[in-house]
């Protein structure tokens, strides 16, 4: 694939840096733990000019099998973070992010490590860290995030930032929406979506009056496309609009689907929230190409009429915008524990580019930076 139109591409923020004595798990949680990851971030420009990365820290146990048992980090609203043991000849370990429970006669996982937010304050151009803002942490405070919390996404509306959550827990997978005045202290407003959706991004304007969001309801069971179509059953990304940002009402038409003469012929979903350019709306998001255990994640992009973003004016569906780049990574790469993934969960405009923030690897927040012209129609 050739990338000459990406003017710079670093990584920014890295396992390395974050502190664990800062952790929320420390208070109560007795297992050393380490950082598995800190990756997938949010992007906004808060007021002062700088951005703001709201980074997933995945922390993960040191010794997750003992006594020939494997252990997840769980959240107990009683008493805090603790760990529980599964049989390890019931379980199936061969995805490095979660585990499979064979106990049970339907398909159950436990995951291999447990998230919560740090945001992470840049420069202006996102080429130095300013500020780490440990006392700004969102960990979990509700069952329903009992297993953490995934993948923010954040979009500015309404002179405030707004931002989903994906959360975890054994009661349902849902997705949670924060607001805050400042980008850096959130109120929780509760759970939007409960229908196992995990990539939930929302226009960053109103459209005829109304809020608008990218969504991707996930299922165990999908019914076979014709032979005739052009699309692979599975998740695909639908369009909801609200009233209010809190009831969400699906669309009745499908929205983008999974392309038979695509690479991505796995999966795709949402990756950053919908910026309005002079051309339309653009959104990047994810495909995934079925390929090994988990598959291989890139970077695709789709422009959306300004006022009917159900029309697609322009997608590259079939040319990746990005791609796992191993150089990115030789620095970490002794932590290195998947391949070929590029996750991309934020944007902002500087100047006459867009600054692009993505997770590299489940490892590292990445950094690319490309013309706004590129996007054009």
Same mark, same amino acid.
């Given at each position: 694939m050739s990338s000459d139109y990406i003017k710079s591409d670093t990584l920014i =923020?890295? +396992? #390395? #840096? $974050? #502190?664990?004595? =800062?952790?929320?798990?420390?208070?109560?949680?007795?297992?050393?733990?380490? $950082?598995? @990851?800190? =990756?997938?971030? @949010?992007?906004?420009?808060l007021k002062n000019g700088n951005l703001l990365l709201m980074v997933r820290v995945a922390e993960a146990l040191k010794n997750p099998v003992v006594n020939d048992k494997v252990h997840a980090i769980r959240w107990d609203k009683e008493q805090g973070f603790v760990t529980d043991g599964w049989n390890i000849a019931d379980t199936n370990m061969r995805d490095p992010r979660q585990f499979t429970i064979n106990a049970y006669k339907f398909k159950v996982l436990a995951l291999t490590s447990l998230s919560w937010l740090l945001p992470v304050e840049l420069n202006e151009d996102a080429t130095a860290i300013n500020h780490i803002h440990y006392d700004k942490i969102i960990a979990p405070k509700f069952t329903s995030q009992e297993y953490g919390i995934e993948d923010a996404r954040i979009s500015f509306i309404d002179n405030r930032y707004c931002m989903t959550t994906c959360c975890v827990s054994s009661e349902r997978h849902s997705t949670m929406l924060y607001v805050s005045d400042d980008g850096l202290n959130y109120t929780c407003l509760g759970i939007v979506l409960d229908h196992q959706n995990k990539d939930m991004l929302l226009f960053e304007g109103k459209i005829n009056n109304k809020y608008y969001a990218l969504t991707r309801?996930?299922? /165990?069971?999908?019914?076979?496309? +014709?032979? $005739?179509?052009?699309?692979?059953?599975? +998740?695909?990304?639908?369009?909801?609009?609200?009233p209010d940002l809190l009831h969400w009402k699906p669309s009745d038409h499908? =929205?983008?689907?999974?392309?038979?003469?695509?690479?991505?012929?796995?999966?795709? @979903?949402?990756?950053?929230?919908? $910026?309005l350019t002079k051309d339309g709306w653009l959104m990047l998001y994810h495909g995934v190409e079925n390929k090994g255990e988990v598959g291989v994640y890139r970077t695709y992009w789709a422009l959306l009429d300004? #006022? /009917?973003?159900?029309?697609?004016?322009?997608?590259? /569906?079939?040319? +990746?915008?990005?791609?796992a780049n191993a150089e990115l990574t030789l620095a970490v790469k002794q932590k290195i524990y998947l391949n070929d993934i590029v996750f991309t969960t934020g944007i902002a405009m500087h100047k006459d580019d867009f600054i692009i923030a993505s997770g590299e690897l489940d490892l590292a927040c990445r950094i690319t930076k490309i013309s706004q012209d590129y996007f054009s129609i």
């Amino acid at each position: 694939m050739s990338s000459d139109y990406i003017k710079s591409d670093t990584l920014i =923020f890295s +396992p #390395d #840096d $974050v #502190d664990l004595s =800062f952790s929320p798990m420390h208070q109560t949680l007795k297992e050393g733990t380490y $950082v598995l @990851g800190a =990756f997938n971030p @949010g992007l906004c420009r808060l007021k002062n000019g700088n951005l703001l990365l709201m980074v997933r820290v995945a922390e993960a146990l040191k010794n997750p099998v003992v006594n020939d048992k494997v252990h997840a980090i769980r959240w107990d609203k009683e008493q805090g973070f603790v760990t529980d043991g599964w049989n390890i000849a019931d379980t199936n370990m061969r995805d490095p992010r979660q585990f499979t429970i064979n106990a049970y006669k339907f398909k159950v996982l436990a995951l291999t490590s447990l998230s919560w937010l740090l945001p992470v304050e840049l420069n202006e151009d996102a080429t130095a860290i300013n500020h780490i803002h440990y006392d700004k942490i969102i960990a979990p405070k509700f069952t329903s995030q009992e297993y953490g919390i995934e993948d923010a996404r954040i979009s500015f509306i309404d002179n405030r930032y707004c931002m989903t959550t994906c959360c975890v827990s054994s009661e349902r997978h849902s997705t949670m929406l924060y607001v805050s005045d400042d980008g850096l202290n959130y109120t929780c407003l509760g759970i939007v979506l409960d229908h196992q959706n995990k990539d939930m991004l929302l226009f960053e304007g109103k459209i005829n009056n109304k809020y608008y969001a990218l969504t991707r309801p996930l299922g /165990e069971c999908y019914f076979a496309s +014709p032979p $005739v179509s052009l699309y692979h059953p599975g +998740p695909g990304i639908q369009l909801s609009s609200s009233p209010d940002l809190l009831h969400w009402k699906p669309s009745d038409h499908p =929205f983008i689907r999974a392309n038979k003469q695509s690479s991505s012929n796995s999966k795709i @979903g949402g990756g950053t929230q919908p $910026v309005l350019t002079k051309d339309g709306w653009l959104m990047l998001y994810h495909g995934v190409e079925n390929k090994g255990e988990v598959g291989v994640y890139r970077t695709y992009w789709a422009l959306l009429d300004k #006022d /009917e973003p159900t029309k697609i004016l322009k997608q590259s /569906e079939h040319q +990746p915008l990005l791609e796992a780049n191993a150089e990115l990574t030789l620095a970490v790469k002794q932590k290195i524990y998947l391949n070929d993934i590029v996750f991309t969960t934020g944007i902002a405009m500087h100047k006459d580019d867009f600054i692009i923030a993505s997770g590299e690897l489940d490892l590292a927040c990445r950094i690319t930076k490309i013309s706004q012209d590129y996007f054009s129609i």
